[in-house]
Nanobody, 126 residues
Framework: QVQLGESGGGLVQAGGSLRLSCAAS????????TGWFRQAPGKEREFVAA????????YYTDSVKGRFTISRDNARNTVYLQMNNLKPEDTAVYYC???????????????????WGQGTQVTVSS
């Protein structure tokens, strides 16, 4: 069992930066591929980024490539999402998720993830 907790959201002007953190409980966190998803009002939850168990592999949706960076520190049981050059369309609730072997084949797909955090709000003003 893994419990996830996000932090670092807030209000920022367009062009600004935020770093989201996802802290996980459990000593087996390094066994899980971890991803970030987001959901804007009236829209479906969408994939943002994911990182492999070792941190050697990363995945991004096209709209955030070159602006967002996902990383992890398994010693601290934490995954980060550094978000630079934020745009108003990045406004959403951001969720951290973790999954086992099932998600490895399709890290961009939400149903493959086993554990989810409660989310943190990111608001980007124009």
């Amino acid at each position: 069992q893994v419990q996830l907790g996000e932090s670092g959201g807030g209000l920022v002007q367009a062009g600004g930066s935020l770093r989201l953190s996802c802290a996980a409980s459990g000593r087996t966190f390094s066994s899980y591929l971890t991803g970030w998803f987001r959901q804007a009002p009236g829209k479906e939850r969408e994939f943002v980024a994911a990182i492999s168990r070792s941190g050697g592999g990363t995945y991004y949706t096209d709209s955030v490539k070159g602006r967002f960076t996902i990383s992890r520190d398994n010693a601290r049981n934490t995954v980060y999402l550094q978000m630079n050059n934020l745009k108003p369309e990045d406004t959403a609730v951001y969720y951290c998720a973790a999954g086992g072997s099932k998600v490895a084949a399709a890290p961009t797909q939400a149903p493959g993830y086993d554990y989810w955090g409660q989310g943190t709000q990111v608001t980007v003003s124009s």
